[in-house]
């Protein structure tokens, strides 16, 4: 049934175009008003015509909205537009992309279940798992995110869910994730992907065979560090549990950050592109730099799974780290002397970034814990945004300089 704000030509009707026309018209649906751009619905609440109205769509028997914890237009049109782009059944908008990990587990797992999670991780997800879900009965262990004999060996009986981010951060370690979604499968259990680093743009962990894709809209959807918020997309059965929870829970996102997802969204392969580009050219020239010791980035034929990364990834995302001769000391005296790049910690911008991991993301690791992660003092990681090639690798060359 079409619902009244839908009434109109839909440019939902999409079947078989490419990833950049779904990127920008998915999802879309207009008002009688005829606008072109998408509406940003900003309501919390909707108006019935009648109480038998109110009824019907309180008892679902007829579709429409009651309330935007449930449902909202513009929220409705981001959810198609990402279930498009990862080739999902369903989607559905979070808060964050800690509410996104916190929906799935809460969603597909009860206490006495086992979760597997990649060693290198995002730091707030270590933590949720640690200090929040742990209490409540759910067992978790960590594994060498790219050693698939770890996988299999660290399975219980009870493992429910598999949880990995590949790309990692900031070492730009890959899993094969067709390979782990098989491995999972066979013992009965569900992969959920962070696909945070590559988005839809460059990897689609479903179509490799993952369950559940998920990620922080904040970094590369959003693409201009405006807002945050998150999503899950994946198959109509979890996805169901997924929702149910969210629109009790409530960590739901806010109609005006999905219509600013929606336009960044419209960008996003081209500058994931381009982007890519730049950080690959940025790779190669640091692996020539004297003062650079060691580069990590899956597009460098130098790393131990660029095949993998071709493979498995159209391109090979915006994140690189290297390490410089020298210690802590060394790595802060690079990031000081450059003047175009920002200091922080944030990725996923237009503008670039550079951080020191060691004392910022991962911080709060003991030195063991640092080591066993293989972030070392002297390593720099670097989200390449879309200044000119020339100026990030002269304010690169000032870093260096300082040495
Ligand atoms: C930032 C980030 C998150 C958390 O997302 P928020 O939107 O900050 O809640 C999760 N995973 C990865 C890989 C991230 O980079």
Redesign the pocket.
Known sequence: MTLEWEAGRLDSDLDGVGFDTLAVRAGQRRSPEGEHGEALFLTSSYVFRTAADAAARFGGEVPGNVYSRYTNPTVRTFEERIAALEGAEQAVATA????A?LAIVMSLCSGGDHVLVSRS??G??ISLFEKYLKRFGVEVDYVPLADLDAWQAAFKPNTKLLFV?SPS?PLAELVDIAALAEIAHARGALLAV?N??CTPALQQPLALGADIVMH????YIDGQGRG???VVAGRSEQMKEIVGFLRTAGPTLSPFNAWLFLKGLETLRIRMQAQSHSALQLAQWLEQQPQVERVYYAGLPSHPQHELAKRQQSAFGAVLSFEVAGGRDAAWKVIDATRVISITTN??DTKTTIAHPATTSHGRLSPQERANAGIRDNLIRVAVGLEDLADLKADLARGLAAL
């Open positions: 964050s992309g800690m509410s990990i991780v995002f707030s997800t981010e951060n962070d945070c680093f922080s809209a904040t970094k945050l918020g998150g990725l996923g």
